[in-house]
């Protein structure tokens, strides 16, 4: 029974590739591979040994903790830089599943999708 709990794999050029910081490498048109996890290539009896050292971007795949809300997306459909799982800047409003700018909260716009940046308002700002 061949099993592996954490596989990861990362496809970087060989030009102009610093091999001293992979994850630097990651930032200048290289491709990611979403991590292995849990995975039986020869059973789907293994017993898988989760870790806490990394995020699962669903039951398939996993990535090092350290990749989550760093502004790349390294899992396929990007939950790693999702709002829920990041939150927002400072300057940001956070809408139900997106961060409008600060600004655009109260000024009798809907930039959310529904609506929550003008409801509540007391005031609003005029340009």
């Known amino acids: ?13 060989l030009i102009n590739f610093d091999f001293g910081d992979a ?4 930032k200048n048109n290289s491709t990611t591979v979403p991590t292995l996890c849990n995975q039986c290539l020869e059973s789907d009896s ?9 995020y699962h971007c669903d039951e398939t ?7 989550v809300c760093n502004g790349i997306p390294d ?12 939150g927002c ?10 961060c409008i700018e600060l600004v655009k909260r109260c ?3 809907a930039d ?3 609506g929550e940046d003008e409801q509540d308002c007391s005031e609003y700002i005029l340009y």
Request: proline residues 3%.
């Open 46 to 54: 293994c017993q898988s040994n989760l870790t806490s050292d990394v």
């Open 107 to 109: 000024d009798k716009i």
């Open 61 to 67: 795949y996993c990535i090092p903790k350290s990749f």
């Open 75 to 86: 899992c396929l459909q990007a939950q790693d830089e999702a709002v829920s799982e990041c």
């Open 89 to 98: 800047l400072q300057n940001e409003y956070r809408c139900t599943n997106k």
């Open 23 to 26: 994850h630097a490498g990651m």
């Open 1 to 13: 029974m061949l099993c592996f709990n954490f596989f990861f794999l990362i496809l970087l050029p």
């Open 112 to 114: 959310c999708d529904g």
